[in-house]
């Protein structure tokens, strides 16, 4: 599976923004996904998560009621809405695709480990 995100852009603090994850291939369904983001000058940060079938998610602690991941199987989509944005929310936002979505949740290494990752796109929160 490919994948690509987009949807980033430059909001202020306090609104919402939906970023998208498309997949090629047909076999989104079988994969549990996430989306991580790397915020300037830091490490790599687990966002949310979301098993194949959609039924469960997860998220971080940082964004635990501000964000909601979603997946589409019909569309080959994934979403993270983003809600009451904050200036600490500004990074490059990824997605990623692995047949284990405890791979992706306790992820340490980098995206390369995982099934497959795509581009990121930026999302910048000013105040």
């Known amino acids: 599976v490919q994948l690509q995100a987009f949807g980033g852009g430059s909001v202020q603090a306090g609104a919402s923004l939906t970023l998208s994850c498309a997949a090629s291939g047909q076999t989104f369904s079988r994969y549990a996904m996430g989306w991580f983001r790397q915020a300037p000058g830091k490490g790599r940060e687990f966002v949310a998560g979301?098993?194949?079938?959609?039924?469960?998610?997860y998220y971080a602690d940082s964004v635990k009621g501000r964000f909601t991941i979603s997946r589409d199987n019909a569309k080959n989509t994934m979403y993270l809405q983003m809600d009451s944005l904050k200036p600490d929310d500004t990074a490059v936002y990824s997605c990623?695709?692995?047949?284990?979505?405890?791979?992706?949740?306790?992820?340490?290494?980098?995206?390369?480990?995982?099934?497959?990752w795509g581009n990121g796109t930026l999302v910048t929160v000013s105040s």
């Open positions: 990623a695709a692995d047949r284990s979505l405890a791979r992706i949740t306790t992820l340490l290494g980098g995206l390369n480990e995982l099934d497959a």
């Open positions: 979301i098993t194949a079938s959609g039924g469960d998610t």
